[in-house]
């Protein structure tokens, strides 16, 4: 019987050096495993894991040899490296029962400043190494939004009429000004960002994960786990801090 193991990636962000048996037991926790055999010249770690089967009351035990790439679960990653954005809606479907679950967790449990606090720390941390010029996956999966003031300067930017501008690329819905085409007819094939100097709010902001009242948006949140990879990582690493137990794998 095949499973899918428990967590993920991750890498230490403690100052102290850390013996060989603390490393050890740090990768074990971490990747929810039983015992390392050893580790790949990435820091991936192989061996036995151990999972629960709770409709059958029982724990399964499944070897992981370093030379069986074939048998590896999907998020086995190297340390520290972030999952790749188009494996990211892949990942995401194969856990999507378990992140609604550690959303209704956090709405029951979390403390609203102490998520906030939370969310803010790793976006610091995750975005400020992370080139989302290579990935883009926000601006080919959602349509942009603009407030009724950002569709002036987009339009002089890019020395048209705001007519024109709204009559070619907006849809209005209700008050809402949506980009009526989709991925972004303004994402260039380098990542960058035609309007960049001048795109509105929603974009900018995105994926709004430094922002407060998380514990009111987290549905939002858990929609972007399966577009940006950034996220998916805050959400696994959330998981984590609150020591969330992890539901079986099919």
């Not at 035990?61 to 892949?90: A, C």
């Not at 959602?142 to 690329?169: C, G, I, N, Q, T």
């Not at 035609?194 to 009242?213: A, G, L, N």
């Amino acid at each position: 019987m095949s499973k899918k193991k428990k967590s993920k990636k991750g890498k230490c962000n403690n100052a102290e050096v850390w013996t060989e048996e603390q490393y050890e037991e740090y990768m074990k926790e971490l990747y929810g495993m039983e015992y390392i055999a050893g580790f790949t010249e990435n820091g991936v770690p192989y061996g036995t894991f151990i999972d629960e089967d709770e409709e059958n009351d029982e724990l399964i035990i499944r070897d992981i040899s370093i030379d069986s790439d074939d048998e590896l679960p999907f998020w086995f990653l190297e340390v520290g490296v972030m999952i790749e954005p188009s494996k990211v809606k892949e990942a995401f479907k194969r856990i999507e029962e378990e992140n609604y679950a550690f959303r209704a967790y956090l709405k029951n449990h979390a403390d609203e400043d102490d998520l906030d606090e939370k969310f803010l720390k790793l976006h610091k941390e995750l975005f400020l190494s992370y080139d989302c010029s290579k990935c883009r996956n926000c601006c080919k999966e959602y349509s942009a939004s603009f407030k009724e003031d950002e569709l002036a300067p987009v339009a002089a930017f890019l020395r048209m009429a705001e007519k024109d501008f709204r009559d070619k690329y907006i849809k209005e819905e209700f008050g809402d000004y949506q980009l009526n085409v989709r991925p972004c007819c303004f994402l260039k094939e380098d990542g960058g960002c035609q309007i960049e100097v001048c795109k509105p709010t929603s974009c900018r902001d995105y994926p709004y994960t430094d922002k407060p009242e998380r514990l009111f948006s987290l549905l939002s949140i858990l929609d972007s786990t399966s577009i940006c990879p950034v996220v998916f990582e805050m959400f696994e690493r959330l998981k984590q801090e609150y020591r969330f137990k992890r539901r079986k794998r099919y």
